[in-house]
C-alpha cells in the first residue's frame, strides 16, 4: 500500500476492501440475474463465492499492471501511451486468468449455469466492462491526486519566488534609512557637534526599532506612528521649523495594519524631491479617510536640481504592498500637493499570508 501511495498519490487500502465485494457483486448479478431469481440460496453461496475469487485475483492482478504502468509512464504526455500498452496487457492477461482459473472453479457452478455461447459472451463483455471501470477509477484518481501535486507545487513555488522578491525588498529599506541618517549626520557635525551627539542617540533609538521588526511584514498603525515620533525628531534636528508635521490619526485605526517603514520611507520621499526652507517650508500631513486608508499628503514644491533616484522609497512600497497583501497603493498627484494612499489591513494579515 505504501508504494501505491507513492505511485498513485493515494493510498488505495479501502479502495481495494471496499471495490472487490462491491466488483462482485455487480459482475456475479450481471451473469447470473436468472439464477438470482430462480435459486437465491445458489447464487448468494456458489455463484458469489466463485466470482469473489475471480474477482479478488483480476483485481489484484490489475492492480500490478496499473502500478508498473504508472510508474514507468508517469508523464502526463505519456498518459495516451500508457492507457493503450496498459489496455493490451489487461485483456492478454483477463483470458489467461480466465483459461487457468475456469477448469478449477467451473464445476462448482454445474450443473445450474447454462454454458452456452451467449451466456459466455454476455459474462465476458460484462466482466471487461467492469474490469476497464475500475482501471478507469484507478487512472482518473490517480491523474486527479497528479494534478492536486503539481499545483501544490507550483504554488510552493510562486510562494518561494515572492518570499525571495519580498526579502530583497525588505532588505533595501535598512540602507536606505541609514544612508539618509548619515547624510544628515554629516550635516550636524561640523555645524553643531552637540546637536550632532543627540542625533546619534535618536538615530540608535529609531534604528533598534528596525532591527525588531526586520522579520515582520507588517505592523500595527499605533508601532509605526510611535516609530515616526521618533524618527520625526531627528528630522527636526535638521530641518528645525521648516518642515511642518501633522498626525491626525483616531484611535480606533491605530489597531490596523500597515508595512513596516512605509511612512519613514514617504517622508524621506518628500524632503528628497522637495524644497525644504524658511521660505519654502515643507508640510507633510497623515490622516485616515474611509476607516482604512492612511493618507500621507505633502505640499509640492520640486526642487529644481533634483537628487538622482535610487527608485527605492516609493517604487518598495508599492511591492511590499502587492506581494503581502496583494493592495494596491494609491498616488495622486496635483497642482499642489503630492499624496499617497496606503490601505490599512486586518489583523488576519499579520499571521503571514506566504506561509
Not at 91 to 97: E, G
Not at 118 to 137: A, C, D, Q
Not at 178 to 186: A, D, P, Q, R, V
Not at 237 to 257: S, T
Request: net charge neutral; with cysteine; hydrophobic share 45%.
Amino acid at each position: 500500500m505504501k508504494r501505491a501511495k507513492e505511485i498513485f498519490g493515494f493510498d488505495d487500502k479501502w479502495l481495494v476492501i471496499i471495490g472487490i465485494p462491491a466488483t462482485t457483486l455487480i459482475t456475479t448479478a450481471m451473469m447470473f440475474g436468472d439464477i438470482m431469481v430462480e435459486d437465491p440460496r445458489f447464487f448468494f453461496t456458489g455463484c458469489i463465492g466463485v466470482s469473489f475469487i475471480y474477482n479478488t485475483v483480476f483485481w489484484l492482478v490489475f492492480r500490478q499492471v496499473v502500478l508498473v504502468f504508472a510508474e514507468r509512464y508517469p508523464n502526463t504526455g505519456d498518459l495516451a501511451k500508457r492507457i493503450l500498452l496498459q489496455s493490451l496487457v489487461v485483456l492478454v492477461l483477463y483470458f489467461l486468468i480466465n483459461i487457468i482459473l475456469d477448469p478449477l472453479l467451473h464445476h462448482y457452478l454445474e450443473p445450474q449455469i447454462k454454458n452456452d455461447i451467449r451466456h459466455s459472451i454476455g459474462t465476458t463483455i460484462g466482466s471487461l466492462l467492469v474490469t476497464f471501470l475500475v482501471l478507469g477509477i484507478y487512472l482518473t484518481t490517480g491523474f486527479y491526486h497528479q494534478l492536486q501535486k503539481t499545483m501544490v507545487e507550483k504554488e510552493r513555488l510562486v510562494k518561494e519566488n515572492v518570499q525571495s522578491q519580498l526579502e530583497s525588498l525588505k532588505n533595501q529599506v535598512n540602507p536606505h534609512f541609514l544612508f539618509n541618517s548619515l547624510n544628515t549626520l554629516s550635516y550636524l557635525i561640523p555645524e553643531d557637534p552637540a546637536k550632532a551627539e543627540n542625533f546619534v542617540q535618536k538615530l540608535s533609538k529609531a534604528y533598534r526599532y528596525i532591527l525588531e521588526i526586520r522579520e515582520r511584514e507588517l505592523t500595527t498603525v499605533a508601532e509605526e506612528l510611535g516609530f515616526l515620533d521618533s524618527y520625526n525628531c531627528l528630522l527636526s534636528e535638521r530641518f528645525g521649523d521648516n518642515i511642518r508635521i501633522h498626525i491626525n490619526v483616531p484611535e480606533e485605526a491605530k489597531h490596523l495594519q500597515i508595512l513596516p517603514l512605509s511612512l519613514q520611507m514617504l517622508f524621506e520621499n518628500a524632503i528628497k524631491h522637495n524644497v525644504v526652507s524658511a521660505q519654502h517650508p515643507l508640510s507633510i500631513e497623515v490622516f485616515v479617510e474611509k476607516g482604512d486608508r492612511l493618507v500621507v499628503k505633502n505640499n509640492l514644491q520640486p526642487k529644481k536640481q533634483d537628487q538622482p533616484s535610487t527608485k527605492i522609497g516609493l517604487e518598495n512600497i508599492k511591492s511590499r504592498y502587492q506581494l503581502i497583501v496583494k493592495k494596491e497603493v494609491e498616488v495622486i498627484v496635483t497642482h499642489q500637493h503630492f499624496i499617497v494612499v496606503l490601505p490599512l489591513v486586518q489583523q488576519e494579515y499579520a499571521t503571514h499570508p506566504l506561509t
